[in-house]
């Protein structure tokens, strides 16, 4: 069954409670970031929330509860935009505690046996390093390449969503300055920007509506891709600290930019 379509005063209290999260999630807050991502998914049930919510419990250093939202989202939303940063969370998550997921659901577990023991290495004479007897300049593989161009795609998606929503608050603020520019004692034209006279009231507040929904679900797709791409691009850098500095996305119906947090 199709859900209702949320309310105008919704959308805003949904919104406004997804930029506090990001806020507090920005300060370190993560316990009331995800109080405040679930406040905005009561209202507006929309399942990427879910999977921030479980990046929210990751960060702070819950991995069970940041599983039961990953899986959560993957039930909700299986093929979406942020789906493959997900699968590969819950992927990482349970083989830290060595458990194993089944081919083609990576939210149903199984144990992880036990890895044989390696051979003894024999003891050989060290002659050198590599050709030439110096050091290998072979490149480093990149592991994480996979989910840093999983993570560009998301972030693109997201893009795409906010400028569907600065779209729809154009038109909507458009209209609302035509008919606010009429002049009184003329005639009433038929349409405005093509919109006919009957439907003025009801076509501005559906474009307000979808404005702040692209918003949202654009600002939440953007921050999981920019996440994506630090974390593959953290798994193939040998040489960063263990602290890292995290590019954090501040995304409104108004306004957009990055704040960077962290430790350098």
Not at 93 to 101: S, Y
Not at 118 to 138: D, R
Request: proline share 9%; net charge negative; hydrophobic share 40%.
């Amino acid at each position: 069954m199709a859900q209702p379509r949320p309310t105008q005063v919704q959308i805003q209290a949904a919104g406004d409670l997804v930029k506090k999260a990001i806020a507090r999630s920005q300060a370190g807050d993560h316990t009331l970031a995800i109080e405040l991502y679930q406040q905005a998914f009561t209202i507006i049930p929309q399942p990427i929330l879910l999977s921030n919510i479980g990046a929210e419990y990751q960060l702070a250093q819950k991995p069970g509860d940041a599983l039961t939202y990953f899986c959560k989202y993957l039930a909700a939303e299986p093929g979406g935009a942020n789906s493959q940063f997900v699968i590969g969370q819950v992927k990482s998550l349970q083989a830290q505690q060595n458990v194993e997921t089944e081919e083609g659901d990576v939210c149903k577990a199984k144990p992880k046996p036990a890895a044989p023991l390696p051979p003894p290495i024999p003891e050989v004479p060290l002659t050198g390093f590599g050709p030439a007897n110096g050091p290998s300049t072979e490149p480093a593989s990149h592991p994480g390449r996979a989910l840093e161009i999983a993570g560009v795609a998301v972030a693109v998606v997201g893009g795409v969503s906010i400028a569907l929503g600065v779209h729809y608050a154009l038109n909507g603020r458009n209209l609302s300055r035509d008919i606010d520019a009429h002049v009184a004692g003329d005639p009433w034209p038929t349409t405005i920007d093509g919109v006919p006279i009957k439907d003025w009231q009801s076509q501005g507040d559906a474009w307000n509506r979808d404005a702040y929904i692209f918003s949202i679900v654009g600002g939440a797709a953007v921050i999981a891709g920019v996440t994506m791409f630090v974390i593959g691009h953290g798994e193939s850098d040998s040489s960063a600290s263990t602290e890292h500095a995290r590019l954090v996305p501040i995304v409104t119906p108004h306004q957009s930019g990055f704040a960077v947090v962290g430790r350098f």
